[in-house]
């Protein structure tokens, strides 16, 4: 390490460093993951109040989504395979300029295209913040890269979680003007990065360096078993993002429709359904690294079937806990994923974190799309007798590869 790392943190030497899990680090990420993704969570929360305002179908507001997630998708794995290749860790504050220049362009939206320009800002300030902060968590993470993965990731399930929460209180209330005061907490964020991206400069690259000696932890597989297993959990996201995205863009149409409940009733049924997406991440990354990421992999995303092929056929009354269960059981695998995708892909950590968040993001944004094309035309409900079997693709987590007993 150099003089000036050493100045900087004297308090711990890099050899050190490199064998434990640095807590602040993933905590201050994690806090930053919350409030990035709750000011993006804020645009499918007020997406009632722009279908009322603009007079917009279930398939434009599907495009809304396609829009911001596409724009997410497509430069996230660039931006984690460049940052691989050139370590850059002040573009983890310059990326939330555009999270607050896509919220300010929404609040003062006046047209459907620009509604269209202002999902893509805030789909840029995801592309940049996703990978780089991913990279940071496994830096951070020591000997418990589950544990730290989960620990990420939960702070972006909270905030999207707090998203409809705050629609609900603010934004129904004050309508879409209030878009401004959330706006701010990019600059919160900016400050907290900020820091990070010192540590991350001083201390996490030395970080890496040590992780990339030790073979011994990295999973020996012929080139063809690392692309299939990869392969595979591709598709797994695919069927939890799809699924996922039926519930954030639909679900307080769906309970407005069948069940006749306001929009803020409707809200609040969308909030607990993403708080527990966040308890079910948190549990998912420590049982990974505790039980095996394969077994993780398969109860989460085929165990969570039984409960969705129920909540189309059941009433207000048991909607709510369904939501719940499915919620857990389905958000516990991705942590499992994006650290098993890293074990088969060693060298490109921010590469793969950036496809695994950028392809769930498209993923998501394309079913949107098609998900509200299909509502335009059959009936939200029917979206989610469709959106029931998605799970069952679940099967194929029999196929990966036994990364743990390859280990040495």
Not at 150 to 158: E, H, I, K, Y
Not at 179 to 190: G, N, R
């Amino acid at each position: 390490m150099t003089d000036q790392a050493m100045a900087s943190e004297p308090k711990a030497p890099a050899g050190k460093q490199a064998g434990e899990t640095v807590f602040a680090i993933i905590v201050a990420i994690s806090v930053c993951h919350g409030l990035n993704d709750m000011m993006q969570s804020l645009l499918p929360a007020i997406y009632p109040d722009f279908k009322a305002n603009f007079g917009l179908t279930f398939g434009q507001i599907g495009l809304v989504t396609l829009c911001y997630q596409i724009t997410a998708s497509i430069l996230q794995p660039l931006i984690g395979l460049y940052a691989d290749k050139h370590p850059t860790p002040m573009a983890l504050p310059g990326g939330t300029l555009f999270s607050l220049a896509g919220l300010t362009v929404l609040s003062m939206a006046h047209s459907y295209p620009i509604i269209l320009i202002g999902a893509s800002l805030l789909g840029m300030g995801s592309s940049v913040f996703h990978p780089e902060s991913s990279r940071v968590a496994r830096m951070a993470a020591g000997p418990r890269p589950g544990l730290a993965q989960a620990l990420f990731q939960v702070g972006g399930n909270t905030g999207q979680a707090l998203g409809p929460l705050a629609a609900a209180v603010f934004v129904v209330r004050y309508g879409q003007s209030s878009l401004h005061f959330f706006a701010l907490l990019a600059l919160l964020s900016c400050a907290i990065l900020w820091n990070v991206g010192r540590w991350y400069q001083h201390h996490g690259l030395e970080r890496l360096k040590a992780m990339a000696k030790k073979k011994g932890d990295h999973v020996e597989l012929p080139k063809g078993a690392a692309a299939k297993g990869l392969l595979i959990l591709m598709t797994l996201i695919f069927s939890k993002f799809v699924y996922l995205a039926s519930i954030t863009s639909y679900f307080t149409f769906y309970l407005i429709q069948k069940f006749g409940l306001s929009v803020q009733n409707a809200q609040m049924h969308l909030f607990a359904f993403l708080a527990a997406v966040a308890a079910g991440t948190v549990l998912g990354g420590p049982l990974g690294d505790k039980l095996g990421r394969k077994r993780v992999i398969w109860f989460s995303i085929l165990g969570c079937l039984p409960f969705t092929l129920i909540l189309p056929h059941v009433g207000l009354v048991w909607t709510l806990p369904l939501t719940i269960i499915i919620g857990v059981i389905l958000a516990s695998a991705f942590p499992a994923i994006v650290v098993f995708a890293q074990e088969l892909a060693p060298g490109n950590v921010g590469m793969v974190a950036g496809l695994c968040f950028g392809l769930s993001f498209g993923l998501g944004g394309i079913g949107a799309a098609v998900l509200g094309h299909l509502a335009d035309l059959k009936g939200i409900a029917f979206v989610y007798d469709v959106c029931a079997f998605l799970p069952a693709i679940g099967l194929l987590a029999a196929f990966l590869p036994n990364v743990e007993k390859r280990r040495t």
